[in-house]
């Protein structure tokens, strides 16, 4: 069985950390044919200080003092076990068609449509699922509400996800070992207030209506699913008298509040309130500790 494992985490290495971190939103700030420089996804680095050697396939963050291999990185980024990081790593190989075990000979695949069907919607009530939110402290009446229950299938094989409908009629999907989606697109939540709420990731939305105990909050929503959806909701969001901004304490999400206040008439960068964790949903798993949010509703499970 060891070396089995042994094996597999050889494969799994080999797909480039470059790819990796490109499906995170992460650009390298200095590219070079053999190597890129990158802020640090791990730290506030306001210097590009983490290199990536593309011939090798490994990272070292000089001004944390750390590096290693893509399954070390998605441990580090991911805050999950090897383990962890090996199974979310396989199902997302199985999705890159141009990606050989034997060979890699484009590191950059060509876009192609997405490879996820969907099979099934029904209402949340995974028992592995809703354990993954309880982990997340997320309130499951909350997510009930503005969740589904997604079976879809990858490459021949069946797997299922909390579902988040995005304005394309794709899912935003997500469970302890997966993160993505069918289409790129935002989420929005029309009603006739004059006030206009915006989040990076619907886990962090779900984080808000958990501290708010409302699962009906009175605003207009936005939830980009990714900064990079930013202009095709940029129109909407600053159509509004008042915008609160709850997006993450990075580089990408202070570029984006960045953007917000310039076409918003009045913007309230709401990010303050959680520093210095990188988002809502850390800030909530600080308040709740899982152990006590286990206790509280282990009754609903």
Known sequence: MKEKQLMDAKAINKFPIRE?????????????????????????????????????????????????????????????????????????????????????????????????????????????????????????AAARAHCSEVHYRVAGKSYFAIGFRNDAGGWELRNRYFKGCTSKAPTTRRGDYPTCLVFEGFMDYLSFLTFKRNPTPPHNIVVLNSVTNLAKALPFIASHEQVYAYLDNDDAGRKATDELKKACRNLSDQSIHYRPYNDLNDYLRSRLPVKEHRRSRGRKL
């Open 20 to 140: 990796y971190l490109a499906a995170q939103g992460i650009r390298p700030a200095k590219d070079r044919s053999y190597y890129g420089l990158y802020h640090s996804p791990l730290r506030e680095d306001r210097t590009p200080s983490m290199k990536v050697d593309y011939d090798k396939n490994l990272w070292i963050d000089y001004g944390a003092g750390e590096g290693g291999t893509l399954i070390d990185l998605v441990m580090r980024m991911e805050r999950c076990s090897a383990g962890e990081a090996m199974r979310r790593l396989e199902q997302r190989i199985s999705e890159t068609p141009a990606f050989s075990f034997h060979g890699y000979s484009n590191p950059v695949p060509p876009h192609h449509e997405s490879v996820i069907t969907i099979e099934q919607i029904c209402p949340l009530e995974n028992p592995a699922l809703l354990a993954y939110l309880t982990e997340r402290s997320i309130d499951l």
